[in-house]
């Protein structure tokens, strides 16, 4: 059976148009609502595809049927998202809507994995001060070079799970330059993953490779 078999078959049932595919899917809509699974657990409703994390709602304008779908199919099928008034978006409009809510989704799994290693850091350390280091970070969505050479000693000594490329570290000043300066060779290291492209070469010109 061909994709476009496959895609009538599940519509059909679900929408006024009963013959044409294309016609089926003018009828549905990106409703704007979208889940993170936080595991690619679930298949596409439309299309079958497996391994979906990221589900995006869609309806039908006139049977008020719904699915939740991968955000490829939104884009493949071209079905029109809603904005914030309400009105349909067409083409590249809708296609940007509909990246932005995936990328937005991804940023926000981030910052959830951030917050809940610093949880389980305060759970495993009485005298780690959570509250300054989450409201830091709510506030920046980084730390400073100092904070992060802390956090990332502390999440390997107790052996708690983390990625550190969701940690991110800013370095708009002098005083956070200064910080990594001071810093010895192994402990810029442990942080390395947390920098950026730029804020690794500008580490590498003036200090090399740490050591």
Known sequence: ???????????????????DVRGMLREWYYTGNAFDLEEPVESCQLC????????????????????????????????????????RLAGNE??????RDRSKLITDAKHKRVIDALVALSMSEEDFEIES???????REAFTPNQLKVVIW????????????????VMRRGREKGQLENMEGWQVKQIWPCMSVSQRNWYLKRFGEPA
């Open 1 to 19: 059976m061909s994709w476009i078999e496959r895609v009538a078959r599940r519509l059909a049932p679900l929408s006024v148009e009963q013959d």
């Open 48 to 87: 079958g595809h497996p391994g979906i994390r990221y589900q995006f709602h869609i309806a039908n304008e006139h049977t008020g049927s719904e699915l939740l779908v991968g955000s490829e199919c939104i884009k493949k099928f071209r079905i029109p998202a809603i904005d914030d008034s309400g009105m």
């Open 94 to 99: 809708s296609r940007r809507k509909v990246d």
């Open 133 to 139: 280091f989450i409201r830091y970070y709510r506030e």
């Open 154 to 169: 502390r999440l390997k000594k107790h052996r708690i799970p983390f990625r550190s490329t969701d940690f991110k570290m």
